[in-house]
């Protein structure tokens, strides 16, 4: 059973993998709950032992002793509807990223942005008089801010991208649908989700400043690309490859070049007009490009 879900999650992209990691947290939280419940320990026994040592405290002295908890945190969640909306948001606004970005550069947003909404989460509670009386017990916990700065990435990149919104005729582009969620948050922060709220805001400053600096040459993502890639790497036979190289260094460094302002081209197209503007042979050039950095 082990092998054949090794199997199946090694089957699965790296959208569907993060998904998959905060569903079987859900569960296994919720399942153990009822367990315990069943032998009559207190309600969210479990909840509460997990909460303690996966969702992110507000105290820096708590902090100190698990600092782990800046990035297990966007992957919990304790209520249903929390993991339902966070999941479908993320499964939808995830798609759209990776076909533009490819595969490689979402689960670092992703992460990222968790962690900076969780040092925005941690700062805001240790420095505001109004939560005094709450920064030793507040904790943070779910992927909110995480799914925040994918969506936001995807809406800088691509503001006029249409998506449907409850009915296939209302489409919405995304660049409002990124302002009114920073909106809403921003007018919330010292509402009774004050610490959720001021996360998500964290993972969405996140993802506007690492598309505007990516569109400038500088890709915020890159260390920890070349992290996973060597642990993606690790026990796999190394294969030594002999060739003789026909090109020099500056012939390969001009042809990188023109074939990455070209794609720049076709991504300022889509932001003026849309992606249905392309012609097929730019969807094609965006195509292979994706699937190159997956």
Known sequence: MLTSTRKTFSSL????????????????VNIGNVVLRLFNFPEGTVSDWMSDWLAVPSSLK?????????????????????ILFNMLWLFFMGRIFTEYLGEKKILPVYLLGGMIGAGLFILFYNLFP???????????????????????AIATLLPDYEVAVFLPQWRVKLKYIAVALFVM??????????????????????????????????????????FFGRISGAGKPKIKVVYRKSNT???YLTKKNSKQEV????????????????????????????????
């Open 13 to 28: 992209n790296t959208l569907e993998r993060i998904i998959a990691v905060n569903v079987v947290i859900f569960l296994l």
């Open 263 to 294: 794609i720049d081209k076709i991504l300022d197209k889509i932001s003026r007009s849309g992606y249905a503007s392309l012609s097929k042979e730019e969807k094609d050039i965006l195509f292979k490009a994706s699937n190159n950095q997956k």
């Open 249 to 251: 260094d500056e012939d």
């Open 130 to 152: 109004l939560f005094n009386k709450e920064v030793n017990y507040a904790v943070a916990l779910g992927a909110s801010a995480s799914v925040l700065a994918v969506t936001v």
């Open 62 to 82: 708590s902090l100190m002793y698990k600092p782990w908890t800046i990035i297990t945190y966007c992957f919990y969640h304790e209520n249903f509807f929390h």
């Open 185 to 226: 948050d921003l007018l919330s922060i010292t509402g009774s989700n004050a610490g959720g709220n001021i996360a998500h805001i964290g993972g969405a400053v996140f993802g506007f400043a690492y598309i505007r600096l990516l569109k400038k040459g500088h890709d915020l993502t890159l260390p920890l690309q070349q």
